[in-house]
Every structure is written in C-alpha cells, then in structure tokens.
C-alpha cells in the first residue's frame, strides 16, 4: 500500500529563520509530488509541486526531490507568523488520486 | 478565475438519515475528485469523476456515492449515515483525467448526531 510519512510536529521555528518539513514515499514509481498548505478550520492550498530530482524555488519557497531516496522536502526561507499552519505532501496514487501524508504542523514564533 | 467552489459549508444531520453534497470545479477544469478529512485518518479518497464517468474509487463502503454532470458539476451523496461519518468533506478538480494538480474546495463540514 502506497504511503506517505511526515513527522507530524509541532515544528517551532523562530520568525525570519528557515523551516524544513520532510516527506518520504513506499512508491519508487511515483513521479509527482505535491505540497499544500492547510491553516485551521480551512481546506488545503497547492503551494509547491515537482516533478524531477533537484530543487524548484517558488518565492520563500523551496521543494526539494530526491527520488533515489524517496524523499521530498520543503524549506520556508525567512519564516513568517502567517507561515503558521499544518503542511501536507502528497504523491500520486494508482487511483488518479493523491496519496496525503498526515501533515506536518509548523509553528513559527514572533 | 473563480475557485473551486463547495455546497452546504456545513451540515447537521441525524444517524440514519442521508446527505448531498455539491461541488462546482473551477471553469475549464473537468475531473473532480472527493476526499474525506478527519483528525485520525487524514485526508482519504473517495472517487474521482472525468467526463461524467466515474473513474476511481477509494476504500469506502458502498453508502458513499456520487455523480458527476455534464458540466463537470458534482455531487456525493451518503446515504444512512453513521456517527463515524463526520468529517469535512473536500472536492477538488484538476484539469484533466492525467493531471495531478489538485485544487481544493472549502468543504462541506458534517456533523452527525
């Protein structure tokens, strides 16, 4: 079965420094990776997504791939309060669906 | 572009009864998929809708349908509803059957009592 792991946290950074949030995959074949955002009470946002190995900068945002190790990250340069919420990664499943991990809720302190 | 839009934003209903949901896609997109969030298992699939097939199915019982219209339009429906069944309830459409770019909805929090 196709799973998706994330440290759940909470993960507390300071404001202005970088938070990196983890992602790992059980399918090798996956080829589509996805991050969204998700503050409480609301419903998750597409924030980053990638497609190959190496590093895809959006902004504050990076997305990094490794697909040898099964792995996927997202570094939040120059963290904000308003950064302040539950990160979810994602992968495509089998099903033309897409596989979420339980996310990963980030604290970022003034 | 208007978003992915999602009716009732929440429901209160009674154990036995049944519920449906609607969903309308941003304009030009035309798969649909629907997931269910709760704090213990996550986001899980349902289905996803392309072209008014269903394409997809998650691991739901059978209580759990839906359909899509000729306008890319959605519903689910559920059908004598148990405690376990709140939830938010999330659409979100993508442009094609082979896009993965999915785009959430609001939701549709339900509550059953």
């Known amino acids: 079965q196709k799973e998706v792991e994330q440290n759940s946290g909470p993960l507390s950074v300071p404001e202005g420094a970088i938070a990196s949030l983890n992602c790992t995959y059980s399918?090798?074949?996956?080829?589509?990776f996805f991050w969204y955002r998700q503050y409480s009470g609301k419903s998750p946002e597409l924030i980053m997504f990638i497609y190959s190995n190496g590093d895809k900068e959006d902004g504050r945002f990076t997305a990094q791939l490794n697909k040898a190790s099964q792995y996927v990250s997202l570094l939040i340069r120059d963290s904000q309060p308003s950064d302040s919420a539950t990160y979810l990664c994602?992968?495509?499943?089998?099903?033309?669906?897409?596989?979420f991990g339980k996310g990963t809720k980030l604290s970022v302190k003034p | 572009k208007a978003g992915v839009t999602q009716t009732p934003r929440y429901l209160i209903k009674t154990r036995g009864q049944q519920v449906t949901l609607s969903c309308s896609p941003i304009s030009g997109h035309r798969s649909v998929s629907w997931y269910q969030q709760t704090p213990g298992q996550g986001l899980q699939f349902l289905f996803e809708y392309f072209s008014e097939t269903q394409r997809n199915k998650g691991n739901f019982p059978g209580r759990f349908s839906g359909r899509q219209f000729s306008n890319s339009r959605s519903e689910m429906n559920v059908s004598t509803l148990e405690l376990g069944d709140s939830a938010l309830y999330l659409c979100a459409s993508s442009l094609d059957q082979v896009s993965y770019e999915q785009y959430f909805g609001p939701g549709t929090r339900l509550t059953v009592t």
């Open positions: 399918d090798r074949g996956s080829q589509s």
């Open positions: 994602a992968f495509e499943g089998s099903q033309g669906n897409l596989i």
